[in-house]
């Protein structure tokens, strides 16, 4: 089975943040508090975010008008 390229790709809190138009701190709010399900992973001490992950978490919030 072949995967492009975004399924692996890491992002930095400041990439996601910036693709889900949010501040930075929110993301580090909503990781302390729990409160909002966006999945992440801890390498090393730093935090990264999967780009699949951040595609679904848009597609989970889009609102129908």
């Known amino acids: 089975m072949k995967t492009s390229n975004s ?5 930095t809190p400041s990439e996601c943040a910036h693709q889900i138009r949010v501040e ?3 993301l580090s ?3 302390s508090k729990k ?3 966006l999945p992440y992973v801890r390498i090393g ?13 848009i597609e989970r919030n ?3 008008a």
């Open 35 to 37: 409160s909002v399900h």
């Open 45 to 57: 001490g730093r935090i990264r975010y999967r780009q699949r992950d951040v595609e679904q978490f």
């Open 24 to 26: 930075e701190s929110t």
């Open 62 to 64: 889009l609102m129908d």
């Open 29 to 31: 709010f909503w990781r």
């Open 7 to 11: 399924d692996h790709s890491l992002l």
